[in-house]
Structure formats: C-alpha cells, structure tokens
C-alpha cells in the first residue's frame, strides 16, 4: 500500500498544482465481478453495482486527473464440489481509484490508474445461510482501464475493466486470488454544461 500511495500522490500533486478547473460529480451504475484463483476457475461472474462520486480536475485542455470514491459491491458465485449447493461470495468494497484522463473534444475520454479497495465487509451465501467471511485481505490494489463519453448536457457514460493486482487471500499460503471487475457507469458532472471537453 505504501508504494502505491508512493506512485499516487506526487501525480496528485503535481497536476493539483497545475489545475485551470475542477468540476465534481456523482455516479453509479452496474458490476460484472468474478474472483481468479490460480488453481481453480470453477467460480462465475456475479452482477453487483456500485455508487459515488469524483473530481475532475483538469491540468490542461486535452488532460485531466480524476480521483473517485464509490461503494462497490463485488465477488462471485459458483457450486460447491461434491453437495452441489449454490455459493456466492459478496465483497463490499469503499473503491478509491485516481485515474488519469485523456479527453477530445467531441466528449470522448480514456483513462486508466491505480485503484485502492477498502474491504468493509465479506459474506459467503451457501443455500439460505449467509456467514462472515474472515478469509479475505482488508484492502485490494487494481488498475482500470476504460473509455467514457460527456455530453453536452452534464450526463455521461463510462465503462472499465479493472484487473486486480495484489491476492486478495488472507492466506497468503493458500492458492492466490484475485478480483476482476466489468463496470458500466453512468455519471453527472456538475458544472460548465456548454464544453463536451470539460
């Protein structure tokens, strides 16, 4: 974790320094997550969601640093071996991701940046029985990926892919597990409503 706050906050600094504009906003919208574990890709995908806001922060008219706080729901699903029972794994997340943009002037964005997850809870659902899970990492280190459109009006669309980087197992002896999430999110930035670069 420190070295990522190593690699993070002089980029904030630097472009925080050199800000012409910041507009915030709000967003949410849909997950696709699944767990990646080395030894066995029996888990699924499961649909979550997740909701928050960003800053948008522009250091110049064709760049832009947007640093994000959103609560995600994520995890997977998958049947157990040998009873067949249904098993589904919720990690409740506080995602903090510091993205670095690249904007045009129709609205279009790409972006991309290292990610902190704060684990606030884990449950396993077997059946009808919902338990803590103990077994996961408190935090967890991801890069997204992702294009976004603005529009005119304020209202935006984005979607990402975020690949999960440190093995979110509690048992660091155990097999190592990773989270990958699909996002597809809508948002509304508050502000200058006439310049689709903003």
Do not use: C
């Not at 290292?114 to 684990?119: C, D, E, I, V, W």
């Not at 209202?155 to 048992?171: M, P, Q, T």
């Amino acid at each position: 974790m420190k070295k990522l706050i190593i690699l993070i906050l002089p980029t904030f600094i630097l472009f925080t320094a050199n800000a012409q504009k910041t507009y915030f906003g709000i967003k949410g919208g849909l997950n696709v997550s699944s767990l990646h574990i080395n030894d066995d890709n029996a888990l699924e995908s499961k649909i979550g969601f997740h909701v928050g806001a960003l800053a948008h922060i522009h250091a110049s008219k064709t760049w832009a640093i947007q640093p994000e706080v959103f609560y995600s729901l994520e995890g997977a699903k998958g049947t157990l071996i040998g009873n067949n029972n249904k098993v589904t794994y919720n990690l409740n997340y506080i995602n903090v991701p510091v993205l670095l943009q690249r904007f045009f002037h129709n609205g279009l964005r790409v972006e991309a940046g290292p990610q902190l997850g704060f684990l606030i809870s884990a449950k396993t659902k077997t059946g009808s029985l919902t338990v803590d899970n103990k077994g996961f990492q408190s935090t967890a280190i991801s890069i997204p990926l992702g294009v976004g459109y603005l529009t005119s009006e304020g209202l935006g669309f984005d979607a990402r892919y975020v690949f999960g980087l440190s093995n979110i197992n509690e048992d660091e002896k155990g097999s190592t597990v990773q989270g990958n999430v699909f996002q597809f999110g809508i948002f509304y930035q508050f502000g200058d409503t006439k310049m689709h670069h903003r």
